[in-house]
């Protein structure tokens, strides 16, 4: 049987870590996605260090942390300070293709190590999807002609034929590429990268409907939020009742339940086509950043709360990778462990200053945690008050905000919808976190402390000045 083994990374976008019938959600339907973890690992405490896409997917792509790679926040800026994953794996003799969403780098057509890149979303109005939808459907006015925001709360059902959606088109992508163009003389290594469930929030219209027609749950709504005055659609805070907070999460559930269904085949196909091969194979599902989702005013990312930074993170192998199947944990890990983690698997050559670890000793049980704590951060994007710092080490979840001085502090175990601040109720406890913080930041060069106190910064950019992104 050859050494290397075929891997496979599944990504979906804003993907909230939560909305998984493993986790136990009242609503939403995946059991193809839970398979992954019964028969292989589930991550209770997987994180995106940055949760919003162009510095989520960074992380995954460097295996480093926003406060090595450079990039800490919503700032587009081309990776220049070290090897990626898929570049990586190619070095080590990989076909390394991507299909779907792009990776959301600088330049955007840059391959950063895949060797071929099938586009296809819901924003882009010159992708090969959009190229493909308009010659199936010309005249219709493509994706855009649903009306509905790439960004907003809206929903509705999908107005096209449900092979057209974008979910089936990259699935079928996929497939196609594992017929036609897979090179079998060499090892593979494929990006499966989907937009939903990213609004808009347009599900065919058998998923709107399967939610629209049962009991959906409650967004988490804290003793600390105020509910914003006014909101519009693509507004970050909103107060969402009634029929326009049903239909979006309907919409949002929909989208998920979709990507399940059309996984079953696909990783079938993959696996199938690993046997024939006679490679041993690894798949790895997770997705950017969550999704607020209503959860104490707020919608969309870039925040530091559950529904933003905790993602879905899934490890399924061939019995040679030796996984503990069903294992699950609550030990803090995130998007740059993935790196690692494939690399491993891969047998090829980890390089130095990644902030990731493989995962594969945990799924083994030789430990029972990679790390102790784990930083969060996002500059200003939506506000300047939105900006945020963060620790946890898989129960307890420390917040800072940089602009306000503000404090939160939750326990995970007890509070998984962070509704109860115990910043002032514990404050022995809130600084031992608040010392924990300062010696994290001590060395950053934006002035968030003089080694004794947190302070606001002299400035805070996107782009973390004098690191990985000067070149």
């Not at 990374?9 to 059991?31: F, K, N, Y």
């Not at 079953?264 to 696996?271: A, E, N, S, Y």
Request: proline content about 9%.
């Amino acid at each position: 049987m050859p050494e290397q083994p075929n891997l496979l990374l599944i990504m979906t976008d804003q993907h909230r870590g939560d909305t998984l019938s493993l986790e136990g959600h009242p609503a939403v339907l995946t059991p193809n996605i839970d398979a992954l973890g019964i028969e292989g690992a589930h991550f209770q405490r997987a994180y995106s260090t940055c949760p919003s896409c162009i510095p989520a997917r960074r992380a995954l792509l460097t295996g480093q942390y926003p406060a090595t790679n450079g990039l800490g926040g919503f700032v587009g800026h081309p990776i220049t300070s070290s090897p990626t994953l898929p570049q990586a794996l190619h070095d080590a003799g990989y076909q390394t293709e991507l299909v779907g969403r792009t990776m959301h780098q600088e330049p955007p057509d840059k391959r950063y190590g895949y060797d071929h890149m099938v586009h296809g979303s819901t924003y882009e109005l010159h992708d090969v999807y959009a190229k493909w939808l308009e010659e199936q459907a010309p005249g219709a006015g493509g994706y855009r002609s649903a009306g509905i925001s790439s960004n907003g709360w809206t929903a509705r059902p999908w107005h096209l034929a449900d092979h057209l959606h974008p979910t089936a088109w990259i699935v079928e992508e996929g497939k196609r590429f594992l017929r036609h163009a897979r090179d079998a003389s060499c090892p593979l290594f494929l990006t499966l990268s989907f937009y939903a469930p990213h609004p808009p929030l347009i599900p065919p219209a058998f998923y709107l409907d399967r939610y629209l027609r049962i009991p959906l749950p409650d967004p988490y709504i804290g003793d600390w939020p105020t509910p914003p005055a006014h909101h519009l659609v693509d507004s970050a805070r909103v107060n969402l009742r009634g029929e326009a907070l049903r239909s979006a999460r309907a919409g949002y559930y929909g989208l998920i339940n979709h990507i399940d269904d059309q996984l079953f085949w696909f990783i079938q196909t993959f696996i199938g086509l690993s046997h024939r091969e006679g490679r041993e194979w690894l798949v790895v599902f997770t997705s950017d950043h969550g999704e607020m989702l209503g959860d104490h005013y707020y919608f969309r990312k870039c925040e530091p709360y559950e529904g933003s930074a905790r993602v879905p993170l899934l490890i399924r192998g061939s019995s040679g990778f030796g996984i503990n199947q069903g294992m699950s944990t609550k030990a803090p890990v995130c998007l740059e462990d993935v790196m690692p983690t494939m690399l491993d698997a891969a047998g090829a050559p980890i390089p130095d200053g990644l902030d990731g670890r493989s995962l594969l000793p945990l799924v083994r049980g030789e430990c029972d945690r990679v790390r102790d704590v784990l930083p969060g951060e996002h500059s200003p994007c939506y506000s300047k008050e939105q900006a945020f710092h963060s620790l946890t080490d898989g129960r307890w979840k420390y917040i800072w905000r940089p602009f306000t001085g503000a404090e939160q502090l939750f326990d995970l175990d007890t509070d998984p919808g962070e509704c109860n601040n115990l910043a002032a109720v514990q404050p022995d406890a809130t600084a031992h976190w608040r010392g924990q913080l300062i010696d994290w930041l001590k060395d950053r060069p934006e002035g968030f402390t003089d080694g004794k106190r947190l302070l606001e910064p002299r400035e805070y950019p996107g782009i973390i000045p004098g690191v990985g992104c000067t070149a």
